[in-house]
């Protein structure tokens, strides 16, 4: 069966400091990868997918960026965090070969710039 | 752009009764559709979808109705427990076939 993981479960960055957040598929190949973000209280915001290594799309512009290093990897990076940037942080993902796209969230990470 | 949004961003119900979640959504080339359950500081999971093709979809204790004319999207939780409580979200395919756009989510509370 499939899983996603994603790490660090939570965490707390000073403003301006960098941030990597890390995940990971297994039980699957050639998935496509999602990062959302969900503010307090609001729905899920696409940041950024990819359809295959080093294929990475933005959705919406800002002070972050994804990369794809190896198949079932996806990282969301930043140089340097905005206060604005706190949020619940999820990885997805769906089987490129499925019809409907369904997305299999993972446990997501909880991210506090102060 | 593409939008999703839902009719009530809270419902409060009593346990055993039926509950009643509305979404509606912009495109109406939409052709994929899902709900999913958010209980607090997991991630989503998935519920049931349903494609444009349907008009009904039935799960365990669980019904989605898709109205293509008004664009319109409604999940139905039939005898709601308290486990059901969470927050709820509707979700529609991009026009690109590439990601989900998801409303801003419907917080039900059910009470014994």
């Known amino acids: 069966s499939q899983t996603i993981h994603q790490w660090p479960a939570t965490l707390v960055q000073p403003v301006g400091s960098p941030l990597s957040l890390e995940c990971t598929v297994e039980?699957?190949?050639?998935?496509?990868l999602y990062w959302y973000r969900q503010a307090a209280g609001r729905g899920l915001q696409l940041l950024f997918y990819?359809?295959?290594?080093?294929?990475i799309s933005s959705e919406v512009p800002q002070n972050l960026s994804a990369s794809r290093p190896q198949d079932r990897q996806f990282i969301l990076s930043s140089k340097k965090l905005l206060l604005s940037d706190s949020g619940f942080y999820l990885c997805?993902?769906?089987?490129?070969?499925?019809?409907?796209?369904?997305?299999?969230f993972g446990e997501g990470s909880w991210l506090t710039v102060v | 752009g593409e939008s999703v949004g839902l009719h009530l961003p809270t419902l409060s119900v009593q346990e055993g009764d039926n509950s009643i979640i509305n979404c509606a959504y912009s495109?109406?080339?939409?052709?994929?559709f899902i709900w999913y359950k958010q209980e607090s500081g997991k991630g989503p999971q998935f519920i049931i979808d349903i494609r444009s093709n349907m008009d009904k979809r039935q799960g365990q204790r669980v019904t989605v109705l898709l109205n293509k004319t008004v664009k319109h999207l409604s999940l139905q939780i039939a005898a709601t427990q308290p486990g059901d409580s969470a927050v709820y979200f509707c979700?529609?395919?991009?026009?690109?076939?590439?990601?989900?756009?998801f409303g801003k989510g419907t917080t039900l509370s059910v009470s014994s």
């Open positions: 495109n109406s080339a939409s052709d994929y």
């Open positions: 990819s359809i295959g290594i080093d294929q």
């Open positions: 997805a993902w769906s089987d490129i070969q499925g019809y409907g796209n369904t997305i299999y």
């Open positions: 039980g699957t190949s050639n998935p496509n």
């Open positions: 979700a529609v395919r991009n026009q690109a076939g590439t990601a989900l756009i």
